[in-house]
């Protein structure tokens, strides 16, 4: 680090209200740190030195640490890497694909009060979702709609023989994934290659996971909308398809068994030709592992996230069809649409700085302004595209939308709070008499006996100031705020009655 910085306790020079850089000397470029002063104290030396350590990792030419960063699987939870010609499996981690959606209905608030009505409208999605290694019910899920779903993602003919809207397939940030093969086809042999290896264990098991959530901090969560009072936002919440007052549906989710077992085995794989070669990790770390691009390693990594993350869009499209028939029967004459789908690990290449590099995004969300070209002849050209960010069931979520200031951080902002505590200091600080009667207080109701502690509101950061580090920034707006009637998790202990 340069020896003529004011650091701070965690090594951040503040450079703005709420931005700050870290040094790292004349051979690397420096850390962007995004978050108010506030935030910045809750990053915390693992977090930082774990930052550093990616940061100056062979072919990285930027790293971001977003306001909900902490410390993760080889980079920090809430960061960006660019590469020009390296590939980091890290950053994407074993959920590949971990996204959020949102789905606007015509419900207005009043037709939820009853906690009755909600907790009928639990016990159906519930019903519906697959459990287990039981599909979806009422949905013609087998080995068969896996493999399409992994090597074609969103395709108009698999979402109509799903059930569901092939026009949501606009509403994603990216409905199709090819890798390097560019072709469904090639992405098909890939597959076939592995399943005659036996190198995903169980496959039909895992192909009739489509259409339900993970454990840990995935959710289901009915929301009510608040559109910001203010004319660009209302204006924003038009376009988008926002409807103030009335009921939305916010998933967090993932490629489940399936992504867990191809990131796996590409970091074995990738682990084992390091050590075959006589490579050293990145600071000795062995989730920093990587693969220069146009290497058969990189090929094979590209492809193998690309099946992932394929099946990670149809995961989530194929939960909100669920979600959408369950308030119809509940809710008779419920219309919804699939507001947005977005990504927040994923690896993808785009151009930064004047030169098209692979933006790693781990734990954070894509945020592409009104005439950014990789909005161009989409829906969102002129607007922006929707910013999903979960916060919690107590204190709310947020839609936000990217400003021009967004090109600070590759295009990227958080991907929700952040832990502030991690699961073992969650259970071991936190009262469950305390968790319950916030969520009560809050007219929060949820699926579980036992609300899992790990996941309670005040295991993460305070997302009003990590809201506002990204606005005092500059890198985005709010449009609405969504606020929680109840969620969905996949708790032990059961469902509550």
């Not at 592995?194 to 454990?215: E, M, P, V, W």
């Not at 509101?457 to 009637?485: I, M």
């Amino acid at each position: 680090m340069s020896a003529n910085s004011t650091l701070h306790s965690s090594g951040i020079t503040p450079t703005g209200d709420a931005t700050g850089i870290i040094d790292l000397g004349d051979s690397c470029t420096p850390i962007q740190v995004i978050g108010t002063e506030v935030i910045r104290e809750t990053f915390g030396a693992t977090c930082i030195n774990q930052a550093i350590a990616a940061a100056m990792a062979p072919g990285v030419s930027k790293l971001i640490l977003n306001p909900d960063g902490h410390y993760g699987h080889g980079v920090p939870v809430g960061s960006v890497l660019v590469s020009p010609d390296h590939i980091y499996p890290g950053p994407v981690g074993v959920d590949i694909k971990c996204s959020m959606s949102l789905l606007q209905t015509n419900i207005p608030e009043e037709q939820i009060a009853d906690t009755k009505i909600r907790r009928l409208i639990i016990r159906e999605i519930e019903s519906k979702l697959a459990s287990g290694k039981h599909g979806p019910k009422g949905r013609a899920v087998n080995e068969d709609t896996g493999i399409e779903a992994a090597i074609k993602g969103a395709d108009r003919k698999l979402l109509d023989k799903l059930g569901i809207p092939p026009r949501w397939q606009d509403s994603c940030e990216q409905w199709q994934h090819l890798g390097v093969c560019r072709t469904p086809d090639g992405l098909g042999e890939r597959l076939a290659k592995l399943l005659h290896q036996n190198a995903i264990r169980d496959f039909t098991a895992k192909c009739k996971q489509l259409g339900s959530y993970g454990g840990g901090n995935h959710f289901g969560e009915c929301e009510v909308v608040h559109v910001v009072n203010s004319e660009s936002a209302k204006k924003s919440a038009e376009h988008f398809g926002l409807k103030d007052g009335c009921v939305a549906f916010l998933s967090h989710c993932g490629s489940r068994g399936l992504g867990h077992a191809l990131a796996t085995n590409q970091f074995r794989w990738l682990q084992t030709a390091f050590k075959k070669r006589g490579r050293s990790f990145p600071s000795g770390d062995r989730e920093l592992v990587y693969a220069e691009y146009g290497t058969p390693d990189a090929n094979n990594y590209l492809n193998d996230m690309s099946m992932g993350a394929n099946f990670a869009t149809v995961n989530h499209l194929l939960i909100n069809a669920i979600v959408l028939a369950a308030f119809q029967k509940v809710l008779p004459g419920t219309r919804g649409e699939l507001l947005y789908f977005i990504s927040h690990n994923i690896v993808s290449r785009e151009e930064h700085d004047g030169v098209s590099q692979w933006v790693h995004r781990k734990g954070a969300t894509r945020a592409f302004p009104a005439g950014h070209v990789g909005l161009a002849g989409t829906k969102f050209e002129t607007t922006g595209h929707p910013i999903l960010l979960p916060g919690n069931p107590r204190d709310g979520s947020s839609v936000m939308v990217a400003l021009p200031g967004a090109n600070l951080t590759a295009y990227s902002i958080n991907h929700g709070a952040g832990r502030s505590m991690t699961r073992t200091a969650a259970k071991a600080n936190l009262k469950a008499d305390q968790v319950y009667q916030g969520l009560a207080d809050a007219d929060v109701v949820s699926n579980c006996r036992y609300y899992p502690i790990d996941e309670a509101p005040d295991a993460y950061k305070d997302f009003r100031e990590v809201l506002r580090s990204v606005e005092l920034a500059g890198l985005a707006t709010e449009v609405a705020r969504l606020q929680a009637k109840f969620v969905i998790k996949d708790a032990k202990g059961g469902s509550a009655s």
